[in-house]
């Protein structure tokens, strides 16, 4: 692979001598994949931008309280990714979570540290420790590279 990279980044450079339209329509043609590229990127950030806008006023608490027989089946996992975070970064985080008026029954915290970081088993024990009783169960996930 990066062989083909690097054959692509400088075939205008060599071939350019022997073959200057063929370059030039290489050229070509990687502006129009780029633009290509681009314009769809554009296209689906405006997408997901009205979305998040148009579900931003949703209440879904609202809604979830008006399908109480349905809501008990709900529960909710929020995954906190982290990587030399310090304690008390984590700690607000669990607080700002805690404060909410949500069921906190019903709610699984996932705690993802990376293997390399020393500290991560002692943070994972202290807020194990501290929020256990605020969640139906916290889960501990270590991603080894």
């Known amino acids: 692979i990066p062989i083909l990279s690097w054959f692509l980044i400088t075939l205008p450079l060599w071939l350019s001598p022997f073959h200057p339209a063929w370059?030039?329509?290489?050229?070509?043609?990687?502006?129009?994949?780029?633009?290509?590229?681009?314009?769809?990127?554009?296209?689906?950030?405006?997408?997901?931008?009205?979305?998040?806008?148009?579900?931003?006023?949703v209440p879904f608490h609202t809604l979830i309280k008006e399908k109480k027989e349905k809501s008990s089946l709900l529960t909710h996992f929020i995954i906190i990714?982290?990587?030399?975070?310090?304690?008390?970064?984590?700690?607000?985080?669990?607080?700002?979570?805690?404060?909410?008026?949500?069921?906190?029954?019903?709610?699984?915290?996932?705690?993802?540290?990376?293997?390399?970081?020393?500290?991560?088993?002692?943070?994972?024990?202290?807020?194990?420790?501290?929020y256990r009783s605020f969640f139906a169960d916290i889960l501990e996930s270590y991603h080894v590279l």
């Open 81 to 130: 990714p982290n990587y030399k975070e310090p304690l008390h970064k984590l700690k607000k985080t669990l607080d700002h979570i805690v404060s909410s008026d949500y069921p906190f029954k019903k709610i699984i915290l996932v705690l993802a540290f990376e293997m390399r970081e020393p500290e991560a088993p002692e943070k994972a024990v202290a807020i194990c420790t501290e």
């Open 23 to 57: 370059v030039a329509y290489f050229i070509i043609a990687f502006d129009l994949y780029f633009l290509y590229s681009c314009l769809e990127t554009v296209y689906y950030s405006t997408l997901s931008y009205n979305l998040l806008h148009t579900f931003e006023n």
